[in-house]
T-cell receptor, first 112, second 113 residues
Framework: DQQVKQNSPSLSVQEGRISILNCDYTNSMFDYFLWYKKYPAEGPTFLISISSIKDKNEDGRFTVFLNKSAKHLSLHIVPSQPGDSAVYFCAASTGSQGNLIFGKGTKLSVKP | KAGVTQTPRYLIKTRGQQVTLSCSPISGHRSVSWYQQTPGQGLQFLFEYFSETQRNKGNFPGRFSGRQFSNSRSEMNVSTLELGDSALYLC????????????FGPGTRLTVT
């Protein structure tokens, strides 16, 4: 039973436009959420996180939105750049020190 | 600051054998976690070690075990290998800031034939 779901395996976006990656979770005990980016042959790299006490967190071109009632979060990348092309994983945890439950990832392709 | 290193990077083993993978965390990090990545199941948490003690454990059979040494280096062992154990095994090193300060190594690609 998948507790964290990324329903879109892939997404293609034009350079300069917005990329929106979505993630749903089922466990209401999750209170800390993270997004990771992964290139082939490398481990995941932390991008941005959000605690359940917030509904938005921004870091440069990356913004994460959390809708607790819908158990949904999204990552917005504005503007998208070709170097953003990678697999993006959503992950959830109970607390900021716990182990991570990952979604299966969304492959983002940003076309020049 | 050196990153997380994992050895070996690639490994081919036969069914029934056992394997040991190694992870050296970032200097000063005391927590090491292990994850398995497969195409079907995605990234799944195996276990976490902190100061030589297993602090968390995922839902994997007892064939998967690990340990952590006093210098925070960690090893994981898989005994009686099965074809389904073929995966990328990732180690993550976590600092005092928690998950925002978690860095993954490049992984060990294990192929079981």
């Amino acid at each position: 039973d998948q507790q964290v779901k990324q329903n879109s395996p892939s997404l293609s976006v034009q350079e300069g436009r917005i990329s929106i990656l979505n993630c749903d979770y089922t466990n209401s005990m999750f209170d800390y959420f993270l997004w990771y980016k992964k290139y082939p042959a490398e481990g995941p790299t932390f991008l941005i996180s959000i605690s359940s006490i917030k509904d938005k967190n921004e870091d440069g071109r990356f913004t994460v939105f959390l809708n607790k009632s819908a158990k949904h979060l999204s990552l917005h990348i504005v503007p998208s750049q070709p170097g953003d092309s990678a697999v993006y994983f959503c992950a959830a945890s109970t607390g900021s020190q716990g182990n991570l439950i990952f979604g299966k990832g969304t492959k983002l392709s940003v076309k020049p | 600051k050196a990153g997380v290193t994992q050895t070996p990077r690639y490994l081919i083993k036969t069914r029934g054998q056992q394997v040991t993978l190694s992870c050296s965390p970032i200097s000063g990090h005391r927590s090491v976690s292990w994850y398995q990545q497969t195409p079907g199941q995605g990234l799944q948490f195996l276990f976490e070690y902190f100061s030589e003690t297993q602090r968390n454990k995922g839902n994997f059979p007892g064939r998967f075990s690990g340990r952590q040494f006093s210098n925070s280096r960690s090893e994981m062992n898989v005994s009686t290998l099965e074809l389904g154990d073929s995966a990328l095994y990732l180690c993550a090193s976590t600092g005092g800031q928690g998950l925002d300060e978690q860095y993954f190594g490049p992984g060990t690609r294990l192929t079981v034939t």
